[in-house]
């Protein structure tokens, strides 16, 4: 029988996160802009360098995840300083984003739910699961009343010391804690199995 973390019932309750001092200099929507300042791929623009919390972050690179022909959403993958290989990012305690644009009406709520849950029993050991399952539950439940739509955009902002901030149309829903989720949640796209190894390439910008 197959483990599905988002089924998990963790016992107590989540301690809150202190309030995060967040400043988000520019957070794209839909841009028809072209230069040296954005890439585009399937029609959807990015910015090159973006500033959080006054951490500068570049554009390393960015892709389509693709399913039966449709362009499901484009991803991009945003870090302070060039690092080396996928591992290198996942375990970089430095600020990182991964900003995904959503780019079909079938990609719903559901849909990414599922997506992600896969990525995680892939990604990660039964050790790491079982320390991970609270976080990973509440990461689910910042979805639970957002209802995303072709065009909306979600950030997975990572801040040392902080957590990994979660964002729907550059509304915060909530902060998870800890290196550890960061990791298991940035290995989705970048681990050893990825949810789509050609766009874990382009997003190492190769």
């Known amino acids: 029988m197959s483990r599905d973390v988002r089924q998990i019932n963790a016992p107590g309750r989540f301690l809150e996160t202190a309030a995060l001092v967040f ?3 520019v957070f794209v929507f839909a841009s028809s802009g072209r230069g040296a ?5 399937n029609d959807i623009t990015f910015k090159t360098r973006i500033t959080v919390a006054g951490k500068k972050l570049a554009l ?22 060039p690092l080396k290989g996928a591992k290198a ?17 079938r990609f719903t709520r559901q849909k990414f ?7 995680f029993l892939c990604n990660c050991s039964a050790q790491e699961l079982k320390k991970l399952k609270p976080r990973i539950k509440k990461f689910f439940g910042l979805f639970q009343k957002v209802n995303l739509r072709r065009g909306h955009r979600i950030m997975f902002v990572y801040l040392p010391g902080t ?6 149309q550059g509304r915060r829903l909530g902060v998870i804690r800890g290196p ?9 796209w970048l681990g050893k199995k990825p949810l789509d190894e050609r766009l874990k390439l ?3 910008g190769r």
């Open 202 to 204: 382009a997003l190492l």
């Open 89 to 105: 990012v996942i375990d970089s305690d430095r600020a990182q984003c991964f900003l995904l644009h959503i780019d079909t009406r």
């Open 163 to 168: 957590g990994t901030a979660v964002y729907h």
């Open 23 to 25: 400043v988000l200099s």
């Open 113 to 119: 739910q599922s997506l992600a849950n896969d990525g």
């Open 180 to 188: 550890d989720f960061k990791r298991a949640l940035f290995s989705l």
């Open 60 to 81: 390393v690179g960015m892709g389509e995840h693709i399913m039966y022909l449709i362009t499901v959403y484009v991803a991009g993958l945003y870090l302070e300083k």
């Open 37 to 41: 300042d954005t890439r585009t791929v």
